[in-house]
């Protein structure tokens, strides 16, 4: 009979630290992912600025020399992030693509134009640069015309700062969240000691002496849940990596430091502070309140 409440009692323990890691990786995971995307919130802002592009028709009269001068003028200008010029061939084999069908069978010659297609740099990326380049751009004789997409600038930048607004506040709330949730559930795990813990101060044991076995096993169940939760934030980066590789989130040293080791100390620290006032809390009750 003893033998049998024995183990239930270990199964109940191994199941009370069980949640309590569990709850602590989960969050801590959400809090990772979170961080990571406060700390590259601007680089990934970057990344969907620099899609941009802007487009220059160059006129067909237009002789080489022109060109390659307006070619140079565009790779050493400081907005230019990359440049790739379109022949009217290519331009009318890549339509044609997309259209499905060859449309210079109809027109019996090809309308388009050679071309300059720029990516800018992100900083560039504004209603008013954009409209100072195009001004600069279209001084140029050789220039037909430039096109770009003007609404989705200006909605692309809008988009960023709200994002950005709301990571912020989803951080602030996240946070909070996630010290309630770890709290409770250290709080349920000493809840069904609080017998053992009455005991030991009933014969004498001082509240020093009776906290630290908990917060040693707490914090270690914190760590625990750092690690699980690092695991899960490393394979959520490697995804992300195999398909957006221009982010080069895996090779930020900094910002994977920065993370993994907030990861682990938020483990740590949360896990000590709600111990520490879980205990105490149950050490300042009366024995009569124990069974409320």
Do not use: C
Request: proline residues 1%; aromatic residues 14%; hydrophobic residues 50%.
């Amino acid at each position: 009979m003893s033998n049998a409440f024995d183990k239930f009692q270990k199964r109940r323990l191994i199941s009370s630290y069980f949640s309590v890691s569990l709850s602590i990786s989960l969050v801590l995971f959400l809090m990772g992912i979170l961080g990571i995307l406060v700390l590259n919130t601007n680089k990934i802002g970057d990344y969907f600025k620099e899609q941009i592009t802007i487009t220059v028709f160059i006129k067909d009269r237009a002789n080489q020399v022109d060109v390659k001068q307006l070619e140079q003028h565009i790779s050493m200008a400081a907005y230019t992030k990359s440049n790739r010029f379109i022949t009217k061939e290519e331009a009318a084999k890549e339509f044609s693509k997309d259209l499905g069908e060859d449309f210079m069978n109809f027109l019996g010659y090809n309308p388009l134009q050679n071309a300059y297609e720029i990516h800018l740099k992100a900083a560039y990326v504004t209603s008013a640069m954009m409209e100072l380049i195009v001004n600069e751009l279209s001084s140029n004789t050789i220039v037909s015309e430039i096109s770009y997409d003007q609404p989705l600038v200006a909605l692309l930048n809008d988009t960023i700062k709200k994002i950005s607004y709301w990571i912020l506040v989803s951080s602030a709330v996240l946070s909070l969240v996630a010290f309630l949730l770890i709290n409770s559930s250290i709080r349920l795990s000493i809840y069904s000691k609080r017998f053992i813990i009455k005991t030991m101060q009933m014969v004498g044991a001082t509240k020093g002496f009776i906290r630290k076995p908990f917060i040693v096993q707490n914090i270690k169940l914190g760590l625990i849940g750092a690690v699980v939760a690092s695991l899960g934030i490393g394979f959520v980066l490697y995804y992300v990596h195999l398909n957006f590789p221009e982010l080069s989130l895996l090779y930020d040293y900094v910002n994977l430091s920065i993370v993994f080791g907030g990861v682990f100390m938020l483990g740590i620290l949360i896990a000590w502070i709600s111990t520490f006032f879980a205990a105490q809390r149950f050490l300042n009750l009366r024995t009569v309140d124990l069974y409320y």
